[in-house]
């Protein structure tokens, strides 16, 4: 059944909210009695039921309109409409009973800041200088002092490195944001590849993605570049497409143009050609403003508000309550079969026999907790190995890049050139190795871009996979002599036809769902199979989101100024001209980019493989986080039962009783969980 609106959506976000405190509180009940039940899991899937809002995250160049568009789908004029690239900061939109702004800071702050600041933003940072800076609030009015580039003579990436802010928050009473919707407003993707970086960073937090063209320019090279490069590779596939200002094209013209964008933009979004919207933003802000009904009828947003409505509700709203039902009922049936069953089975035993079984069968239980060591160590050095590998293919594939950088700076097509004017020669001179650079940034990211969707992830898939069938017989082993342990002492017996990677997977599923590529693994596998999937393996699936995340650290930080210093002294004294000039300074900007590249090349490498194993070595601690709360959980029922010898008849069965009871508390629970997800499917 759909969910029919974001009211139904808050409802079963309660019932499930609910059920979790009542489950919590069994855990702290069994706790008191001495077990030690870890209920972190828990406490993550409740914090994030309650704080897991709906971010949409809105993309474009320059000039398409975005803030524009977000404003007519606030209906007020909620972000200023700048006429000069100047954003420096991401805007966040949400909810407020009180328009307000909150301006978040840099952690740490910038070495050196542009004393074009604020004096009340610096006057906030030196009141709290040596400690993380606590956000403050501002007047909505005085905004754009603080999130613009504080000196625009200056280049853009240096400006914007000397900016102390992070972020702003705006808090409007706007009904779309009340019902748990976030509007994220990104820098230009044209703007500055600074900014740029700031919204790769958003994109693996974000619940859809709204990518705005401007008509009739759509479907640009460096879009269709962004699109595949970033929005694709980080698992986005379901994308809404807007093409802004429709009403400036002819009508006559208008068929030919929705005709061609479907053509080029379907293709890019599961949502096919219902996910393209071809829309008239500022009328529709204007037709708000005025409420009038029968000219916001005309500009299609209200078509693509539906359509966004119903995605987030029955997609995104879905899979949410479905990454907190699908563990929930993971970690219930693991407490009821693996604990609260055996020890009930334990504390119904003679005490004379039961220190007998407890005493016969502890060599089992030594022996899973030396399996879990054989796993740790096997990990451990695994990820040695991953790191080197790693490392290896990034200094190969610097060699390929530097290889072809010659050919990439011969090929340019340059908009800038040299001059031998003296009078213009400076300014045409930062205007040429500008662009120069940029070209050359871009064109590295796009070719280590490639490299990374398919060699490395190819290589990382592949490591993950041995390692993963390395390491299932000695979890099975593991969980063999614990279930040993287990029915030895108290009889019960181990679940069935259940691998101990499925095992693993009930115990931490509640700890890594909810990622970046979460949604993306739940369309593919339909929900019912995410509780089966292989802890390891979907510790793999998330790493293979970070590999797309990170860019190389050299080649990211390679600017326009760390460049051009090398080349910059004695060019003004070359007296050629024109194109033997240009060409001789484009020589001396590649000779130095190159440079770069090789200075930094080791520690890139170094750097790159390291994050990339620290990322998936987490992902793998989980499964042996699992492994050790399984023996401690052991090891306190034995503690438990030992103090329950000291214990008379009539105090044994009133733990037997509450442990029975807590029994059917968790039926009950289960039952209430799996009515929501049944309404749901």
Same mark, same amino acid.
């Given at each position: 059944?759909?969910?029919?609106?974001?009211?139904?959506?808050?409802?079963?976000? #309660?019932?499930?909210?609910?059920?979790?405190?009542?489950?919590?509180?069994?855990?702290?009940?069994?706790?008191?009695?001495?077990?030690?039940?870890?209920?972190?899991?828990?406490?993550?899937?409740?914090?994030?039921?309650?704080?897991?809002?709906?971010?949409?995250?809105?993309?474009?160049?320059?000039?398409?309109?975005?803030s524009t568009f977000i404003n007519s789908l606030m209906g007020e004029k909620v972000l200023p409409a700048y006429s000069t690239p100047c954003?420096?900061?991401?805007?966040? %939109?949400?909810?407020?009973?009180?328009?307000?702004?909150?301006?978040?800071?840099?952690?740490?702050?910038?070495?050196?800041?542009?004393?074009?600041?604020?004096?009340?933003?610096?006057?906030?940072?030196?009141?709290?200088?040596?400690?993380?800076?606590?956000?403050?609030?501002?007047?909505?009015?005085?905004?754009?002092?603080?999130?613009?580039?504080?000196?625009?003579?200056?280049?853009?990436?240096?400006?914007?490195?000397?900016?102390?802010?992070?972020?702003?928050?705006?808090?409007?009473?706007?009904?779309?944001?009340?019902?748990?919707?976030?509007?994220?407003?990104?820098?230009?993707?044209?703007?500055?590849?600074?900014?740029?970086?700031?919204?790769?960073?958003?994109?693996?937090?974000?619940?859809?993605?709204?990518?705005?063209?401007?008509?009739?320019?759509?479907?640009?090279?460096?879009?269709?570049?962004?699109?595949?490069?970033?929005?694709?590779?980080?698992?986005?596939?379901?994308?809404?497409?807007?093409?802004?200002?429709?009403?400036?094209?002819?009508?006559?013209?208008?068929?030919?143009?929705?005709?061609?964008?479907?053509?080029?933009?379907?293709?890019?979004?599961?949502?096919?050609?219902?996910?393209?919207?071809?829309?008239?933003?500022?009328?529709?802000?204007?037709?708000?403003?005025?409420?009038?009904?029968?000219?916001?009828?005309?500009?299609?947003?209200?078509?693509?508000?539906?359509?966004?409505?119903?995605?987030?509700?029955?997609?995104?709203?879905?899979?949410?309550?479905?990454?907190?039902?699908?563990?929930?009922?993971?970690?219930?049936?693991?407490?009821?079969?693996?604990?609260?069953?055996?020890?009930?089975?334990?504390?119904?035993?003679?005490?004379?026999?039961?220190?007998?079984?407890?005493?016969?069968?502890?060599?089992?239980?030594?022996?899973?907790?030396?399996?879990?060591?054989?796993?740790?160590?096997?990990?451990?050095?695994?990820?040695?190995?991953?790191?080197?590998?790693?490392?290896?293919?990034?200094?190969?594939?610097?060699?390929?890049?530097?290889?072809?950088?010659?050919?990439?700076?011969?090929?340019?097509?340059?908009?800038?050139?040299?001059?031998?004017?003296?009078?213009?020669?400076?300014?045409?001179?930062?205007?040429?190795?500008?662009?120069?650079?940029?070209?050359?940034?871009?064109?590295?990211?796009?070719?280590?871009?490639?490299?990374?969707?398919?060699?490395?992830?190819?290589?990382?898939?592949?490591?993950?996979?041995?390692?993963?069938?390395?390491?299932?017989?000695?979890?099975?082993?593991?969980?063999?002599?614990?279930?040993?342990?287990?029915?030895?002492?108290?009889?019960?017996?181990?679940?069935?036809?259940?691998?101990?990677?499925?095992?693993?997977?009930?115990?931490?599923?509640?700890?890594?769902?909810?990622?970046?590529?979460?949604?993306?693994?739940?369309?593919?596998?339909?929900?019912?199979?995410?509780?089966?999937?292989?802890?390891?393996?979907?510790?793999?699936?998330?790493?293979?989101?970070?590999?797309?995340?990170?860019?190389?650290?050299?080649?990211?930080?390679?600017?326009?100024?760390?460049?051009?210093?090398?080349?910059?002294? #004695?060019?003004?004294?070359?007296?050629?001209?024109?194109?033997?000039?240009?060409?001789?300074?484009?020589?001396?900007?590649?000779?130095?980019?190159?440079?770069?590249?090789?200075?930094?090349?080791?520690?890139?490498?170094?750097?790159?493989?390291?994050?990339?194993?620290?990322?998936?070595?987490?992902?793998?601690?989980?499964?042996?986080?699992?492994?050790?709360?399984?023996?401690?959980?052991?090891?306190?029922?034995?503690?438990?039962?030992?103090?329950?010898?000291?214990?008379?008849?009539?105090?044994?069965?009133?733990?037997?009783?509450?442990?029975?009871?807590?029994?059917?508390?968790?039926?009950?629970?289960?039952?209430?969980?799996?009515? %929501?997800?049944?309404?749901?499917?």
């Open positions: 059944m759909p969910i029919i609106s974001y009211e139904d959506l808050k409802e079963k976000k #309660g019932k499930i909210l609910h059920s979790l405190i009542d489950l919590a509180g069994i855990v702290d009940n069994l706790n008191g009695m001495g077990l030690a039940v870890n209920g972190s899991a828990l406490l993550d899937l409740k914090k994030k039921l309650e704080n897991d809002n709906f971010k949409v995250l809105v993309i474009g160049e320059f000039k398409n309109g975005k954003t420096a900061v991401i805007n966040e %939109v949400i909810y407020g009973k009180e328009k307000r702004a909150m301006l978040y800071f840099k952690n740490p702050l910038p070495e050196e800041m542009s004393p074009d600041i604020q004096p009340s933003a610096m006057q906030h940072i030196k009141k709290h200088e040596g400690q993380d800076i606590p956000p403050i609030e501002l007047d909505v009015a005085d905004l754009v002092d603080y999130v613009a580039i504080p000196d625009p003579t200056k280049d853009q990436a240096d400006s914007i490195k000397e900016l102390p802010y992070s972020k702003v928050v705006l808090e409007y009473p706007i009904e779309l944001c009340h019902d748990g919707i976030e509007i994220i407003d990104s820098p230009g993707l044209n703007e500055n590849g600074t900014r740029t970086k700031v919204t790769e960073e958003y994109l693996n937090q974000a619940d859809a993605i709204l990518f705005v063209f401007r008509c009739p320019k759509i479907a640009g090279a460096s879009e269709m570049d962004y699109i595949t490069d970033q929005i694709h590779a980080r698992g986005h596939n379901d994308i809404f497409f807007i093409c802004n200002a429709i009403n400036q094209i002819p009508e006559d013209e208008q068929d030919r143009l929705i005709r061609f964008g479907n053509k080029k933009l379907a293709p890019l979004t599961t949502l096919g050609e219902s996910g393209i919207f071809y829309v008239d933003a500022l009328g529709a802000l204007k037709a708000k403003q005025a409420k009038d009904a029968y000219s916001l009828s005309h500009t299609g947003m209200p078509e693509f508000e539906d359509a966004l409505s119903e995605y987030l509700r029955n997609n995104k709203g879905k899979a949410k309550l479905m990454q907190i039902i699908v563990p929930g009922k993971s970690f219930i049936e693991a407490l009821r079969t693996q604990h609260i069953k055996s020890y009930i089975a334990s504390l119904d035993q003679d005490i004379v026999a039961l220190e007998k079984r407890i005493k016969d069968a502890m060599p089992k239980l030594d022996l899973a907790e030396k399996r879990k060591d054989v796993v740790v160590r096997k990990i451990d050095l695994a990820m040695q190995e991953l790191q080197k590998q790693i490392q290896d293919l990034m200094d190969f594939q610097y060699s390929v890049i530097i290889g072809k950088i010659p050919h990439a700076v011969d090929k340019m097509d340059l908009e800038n050139q040299m001059t031998a004017n003296p009078f213009k020669q400076k300014s045409k001179k930062e205007a040429l190795e500008k662009e120069v650079i940029s070209k050359l940034e871009q064109f590295v990211q796009k070719e280590m871009g490639t490299w990374i969707k398919t060699d490395l992830k190819e290589t990382i898939d592949a490591f993950v996979d041995k390692l993963e069938e390395d390491l299932g017989e000695d979890i099975d082993i593991f969980y063999e002599n614990l279930d040993e342990f287990r029915y030895e002492v108290s009889g019960v017996g181990k679940p069935k036809e259940i691998s101990g990677f499925e095992r693993v997977s009930a115990t931490i599923l509640g700890t890594i769902v909810g990622g970046p590529m979460y949604g993306a693994l739940g369309a593919s596998l339909g929900f019912g199979e995410i509780a089966k999937r292989s802890a390891i393996t979907l510790g793999a699936s998330f790493a293979a989101s970070a590999v797309l995340a990170f860019t190389p650290v050299g080649i990211a930080a390679i600017t326009t100024a760390a460049t051009v210093a090398v080349v910059g002294a #004695g060019i003004l004294q070359l007296v050629t001209g024109g194109q033997a000039l240009t060409d001789k300074y484009k020589k001396q900007l590649k000779n130095s980019f190159i440079e770069k590249l090789k200075e930094s090349r080791e520690e890139d490498c170094k750097n790159y493989a390291l994050n990339i194993t620290k990322d998936v070595r987490e992902k793998f601690n989980l499964v042996n986080e699992a492994l050790d709360n399984e023996i401690k959980m052991e090891k306190s029922k034995v503690r438990a039962l030992e103090d329950d010898r000291d214990k008379n008849a009539v105090e044994r069965e009133r733990k037997l009783s509450s442990l029975k009871q807590w029994e059917k508390e968790l039926d009950s629970i289960e039952r209430a969980l799996t009515e %929501v997800g049944d309404s749901i499917e």
